[in-house]
């Protein structure tokens, strides 16, 4: 008896089913949960075009213009973390261990200096951020749909980088395997795949 308590029986493989083939109850829970997120970034955007389209006038004096360039960046460094998740993936599943953890490590860099873009895009790191310049929350629909939009869509990334964290340190403790970085790299890169809808819907459309 104390025997068997010692030592844990191996894990079995998940059954493969007809609809789902040999996904995991893990990564078929991402999956609902990304679902159900998408409805819900799905509806700011509704609003956001309900409430642009029935403005007479959706830029209110003295709010100043968002800064393109700046965010093109931050969008293009959102996506190169997207490539380093799937390679760390990759060599987490070549058992590569010791590159699958510094290309977490990068990814989660790459998250946090976009939040550090993000604050001072908002708030200005140096110079004067959009706050600053007459874009605030409560003024105009124009503001206040930006930041509840971006907000919510930061919020994720903080989650995001936090998750990549815990993962990243029960990885270099031999508690995680490559399944684990998986499911992560999905929750990663939908993030990463809705902030092209914010980018283009918020800063791109005329």
């Known amino acids: 008896m104390s025997q068997g308590i ?8 998940w059954p493969p089913d007809a609809q789902y083939g040999a996904a995991t109850p893990g990564k078929i829970g991402m ?26 006038a959706w830029r209110a004096p003295g709010e100043p213009a968002l800064g393109l360039s700046f965010t093109a960046g931050l969008t293009i460094l959102l996506i190169a973390t997207s490539v380093t998740n799937v390679f760390a993936h990759a060599a987490a599943v070549e ?22 873009g993000q604050y001072q895009e908002w708030f200005g790191l140096w110079g004067h951020g959009l706050v600053r310049e007459g874009l605030v929350f409560g003024h105009s629909a124009r503001a206040s749909t930006f ?9 994720h990334v903080l989650v995001g980088v936090v998750y990549m964290l815990a993962v990243l340190g029960r990885y270099v403790r031999g508690e995680a395997g490559a399944h684990d970085v998986e499911i992560l790299g999905l929750y990663w890169c939908f993030v990463d795949f809705v ?8 800063y791109l459309f005329p």
């Open 195 to 202: 902030w092209v809808f914010v980018f283009s819907f918020l």
């Open 31 to 56: 999956w609902i949960f990304l679902v159900s997120d998408a409805f819900s970034f799905g509806g700011l955007l509704l609003a956001y075009g309900i409430l642009r389209t029935s403005a007479h």
């Open 95 to 116: 058992g590569r261990r010791r590159a699958a953890a510094l290309l977490l490590g990068v990814t989660a860099l790459g998250g946090a200096l976009f939040l550090l």
């Open 147 to 155: 930041y509840i939009i971006t907000g919510y869509h930061g919020l």
């Open 6 to 13: 010692a030592h844990h029986a191996p894990a079995a493989a």
